[in-house]
């Protein structure tokens, strides 16, 4: 019997954290014991009670400080071996943790199996996936997040040696969390063989963009620390990683320049100071994955560059020196530049046909979603 642990931080989720937990408490099997942990961080709309209706679940109750410190709450006291973090507003497909508890049986090797998001816009009812990088997370996490909290599955001992979250956050939280996962050198894999439903609401902190650019902007800081350590990295991790890192902080810093000029410079700062150490000679990797990657994190700083309303003089020597070392992105036009981008972004994730087979595959979320459609 292994014992999974569910923690889901409740907010002023009322109208969703009942199927939530339900959906948490549906991956209970002959073999799999599953604990749901509700942290309800002060809520005012009846959620806490809506979450006491469910007998099987162990309830916590805070005053509001924010869901990484809910997390917490949860992990402090959780049991079970494995874990996920379930955000009230998401579900958890029938069968995700077996098929993610299969993935770490059978790769020993890892601490973290990441597998495939649905979103779900309620507004709309559209559909379409997250898109799931096929290898080395380790690298596309120093660019950007590169999934949903929720489709992530991992042992206790990751979390732990993580040092659970960071507090001070109020979103952005989970992406620091993957990178404090990596700081303390555990491994991700990536199981595309199931999925997870991801909720996005008016309520969904990720509509929250000013708020997210700043706390983005906190995260972009604390890359830089993990790329001191390339054992920490894939091959060639330390100057690729160098390479998302510019790119990814030079987003950052475009998302930010309509809202806080001051903190879109020191973005930029930023981002220079990644491109100098990455851009110092011409060494494209052996393997075909990790060339597709230094191409786009090239080109994506390249367009970003194009974007910015007052580029500083250094990110000009910067955007000179890789296109030195890469003419054929040199050759190319903004248009050209950006569709040579999309490109390279879509082959680095995971096949469309293999998301699709794996919802197909799942026809209680297929059902969900045709009543769905029905009732609206």
């Keep these: 019997m292994e014992n999974v642990s569910i923690i889901i931080p409740c907010y002023n989720m009322g109208a969703y954290v009942q199927r939530a937990i339900s959906s948490a408490l549906a991956q209970q099997s002959q073999d799999i014991a599953v604990e749901v942990i509700v942290v309800d961080d002060g809520s005012s709309d009846g959620a806490f009670d809506d979450a006491a209706a469910f007998s099987q679940v162990r309830l916590l109750r805070q005053n509001n400080q924010g869901s990484a410190a809910a997390r917490n709450a949860g992990l402090e006291i959780a049991q079970g071996d494995y874990l996920i973090f379930l955000d009230a507003d998401d579900i958890l497909p029938r069968g995700v943790v077996a098929s993610q508890l299969q993935a770490l049986t059978t790769h020993p090797d890892w601490d973290l199996s990441v597998c495939v998001s649905l979103q779900i816009q309620e507004d709309t009812l559209a559909t379409y996936f997250w898109p799931l990088r096929a290898a080395y997370l380790d690298l596309h996490l120093c660019h950007k997040n590169v999934t949903p909290l929720h489709s992530v599955f991992l042992r206790k001992t990751a979390a732990t040696a993580a040092g659970g979250f960071n507090p001070e956050l109020r979103a952005c939280n989970d992406h620091d969390f993957f990178l404090r996962c990596l700081r303390a050198g555990q491994h991700f894999g990536i199981n595309a063989d199931t999925l997870v439903l991801y909720w996005l609401h008016a309520g969904s902190i990720s509509r929250h963009t000013p708020n997210l650019a700043r706390h983005a902007a906190f995260v972009c800081t604390e890359i830089e620390e993990i790329l001191r350590n390339a054992k920490a990295l894939s091959p060639n991790g330390q100057t690729l990683g160098f390479q998302a890192h510019a790119a990814g902080s030079l987003n950052t810093a475009l998302r930010l320049q309509d809202i ?117």
Aim: proline residues 6%; charged residues 25%; neutral net charge.
């Design 260 to 376: 806080d000029e001051k903190l879109s410079h020191k973005m930029q700062d930023l981002s220079v100071q990644a491109a100098e150490r990455a851009y110092t000679h011409d060494d494209p990797p052996q393997d075909a994955y990790l060339a597709r990657c230094r191409l786009f994190f090239a080109a994506d700083f390249l367009l970003r560059a194009r974007s910015l309303h007052h580029p500083s003089h250094t990110l000009h020597t910067a955007v000179r020196r890789i296109r030195a070392l890469i003419p054929d992105l040199a050759r190319l036009d903004k248009q050209a530049l950006q569709a040579h981008c999309k490109a390279l972004d879509f082959s680095l994730n995971c096949p469309l046909p293999q998301m699709q087979a794996c919802l197909e595959g799942c026809p209680e979320i297929t059902t969900f979603i045709k009543n769905l459609h029905a009732t609206s």
